[in-house]
């Protein structure tokens, strides 16, 4: 199990260049079995889900190379539909998009139940209701998903009882070749959407609303394949704008689109960090002292979700009192028991975590609970006195590239024995 060794004390300085976002890079690359042709994305993130995500189109017949350090050439000519590799299928909550490609490409799909982070139920059931409306029969048992297009994709009304970011997007990749027009109302509006609508958009599709809670997908004939750059991932930024606000310094990150960012942006003002954005930049300059607020998570423009544990960490050492309200899974605060190891005042009820701002936190072994929550307890240590040891620091690397040689490059003393992760395709 890799483990990250952090020293706490030293502030943060320096810039950081953010690859590619991965919750776009996994339906991307999934949507391209859509096209049967040949798509070229860059600005692929290099983190485990993303490589996995390559290695099961491989195994499924198509064929995927790295043309660029972060540029793929993905051909699915080839593609066999029903041939997800389970072994793969069943580690990322990504694999969940095959349903709607293998839908809209052949008609037929069967995967093993997708995997993701352990942070709540993640039913399927609005992914379901989408496909059923779009005329497949769908089966979902304990260990796999199996779905069959009854006559043909056609266009379909479909109304999401909860802003689904999973359930938009695969609905989007299932209807954008189904015969007819395609309205989802009550649609999530993360950023990440609306690049998979751009990206269908480049390759011949007729998506338009993305980004608003109204979709509308005129289904094509036929797609093709094209050139596309995924967008900057916005948690990747608000991690190390995170972790420059808790040990103090001033870092910039650069390559962003700050309007992503500006609820993150907005809740370090409100900590006591400062602040200031370019057209593509953000430094954050903090003295390290910061105090407490109320965070509650909420689908996109709302405070992100994955950016909950991050600020966990923060306000376990900022003054007086701090709240944070999980609205969107039911199960994302079991880290702060993690935090507690280290000295920090925490109290949860429910979906609601107290915290009671700390003078130090104490370096102690903790553990990495999901991926977010990994990098939280980092945060941790590098603000705490002496050392921490994060073990199941493979969380981490399932999201962030180069996290550790990042953090050290800024200042951080913090290593990392981790056995070589082989990057497919290289
Ligand atoms: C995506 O998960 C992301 N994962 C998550 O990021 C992110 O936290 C989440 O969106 C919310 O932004 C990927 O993109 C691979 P949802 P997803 O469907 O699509 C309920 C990270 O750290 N729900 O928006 O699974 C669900 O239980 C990961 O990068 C249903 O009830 O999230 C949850 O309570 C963690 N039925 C809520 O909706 C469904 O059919 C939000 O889930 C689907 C979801």
């Known amino acids: 199990m890799n483990k990250i060794t952090v020293k706490g004390g030293n502030r943060l ?151 689904s970011v999973g359930a938009t997007i695969n609905a989007i990749i299932a209807a954008v070749t189904a015969e007819g027009t395609t309205v989802i109302e009550n649609a999530a509006r993360e950023p990440h959407i609306v690049d998979v609508a751009n990206f269908f958009n480049t390759c011949g599709a007729n998506v338009t609303g993305a980004g ?61 960090a400062c602040v200031e954005e370019g057209d593509e930049w953000i430094t954050v300059t903090s003295d390290g002292h910061l105090r407490g607020i109320k965070i509650k998570t909420m689908p996109y423009p709302g405070f992100p979700t994955d950016m909950q544990q991050q600020f966990g960490a923060l306000l376990c050492l900022a003054e007086g009192e701090g709240e944070i309200y999980e609205s969107i899974f039911e199960d994302r605060l079991r880290y702060t028991a993690e935090l507690g190891k280290m000295g920090a005042q925490i109290t949860v009820s429910d979906r609601t975590a107290t915290f009671h701002g700390v003078k130090k936190l104490t370096g102690a072994s903790v553990r990495a609970l999901d991926l977010r929550a990994g990098a939280a307890l980092v945060i941790a240590g590098l603000c705490a006195e002496g050392k921490t040891e994060v073990s199941g620091a493979d969380y981490i690397y399932r999201g962030y590239y180069d996290f550790v040689p990042t953090l050290r490059r800024l200042g951080a003393d913090i290593s990392e024995d981790k056995y070589a992760t082989h990057i497919y395709g290289d």
């Open 212 to 272: 608003t809670n109204t979709i509308k997908i005129h289904g094509v004939e036929k797609l093709h394949g094209c050139t596309y750059a995924i967008i900057p991932d916005m948690i990747e930024a608000g991690t190390y704008m995170t972790a420059v606000a808790a040990t103090g310094g001033s870092v910039t990150i650069e390559g962003i689109i700050p309007k992503h960012m500006e609820s993150v942006s907005q809740k370090l003002i409100d900590m006591g």
């Open 13 to 163: 300085y320096g810039t950081v260049q953010i690859s590619g976002m991965k919750n776009a890079a996994l339906p991307i690359v999934f949507a391209s079995i859509v096209t049967g042709e040949t798509c070229i994305i860059e600005n692929i993130p290099l983190v485990d889900d993303v490589l996995k995500s390559i290695e099961i189109i491989r195994e499924m017949g198509g064929s995927a190379e790295f043309i660029e350090p972060t540029t793929v050439k993905i051909d699915t000519k080839n593609f066999v539909a029903g041939s997800s590799p389970d072994d793969l299928a069943c580690k990322i909550r990504g694999s969940m998009y095959l349903l709607g490609a293998e839908l809209a490409r052949s008609g037929e799909t069967v995967l093993k139940q997708p995997g993701g982070c352990n942070i709540g139920k993640r039913p399927m059931d609005i992914h379901m209701k989408a496909f059923t409306a779009l005329g497949a029969d769908m089966d979902e048992g304990d260990d796999y998903i199996r779905g069959k297009v009854r006559d043909k994709l056609r266009g379909a009304n479909i109304y999401f009882d909860f802003p």
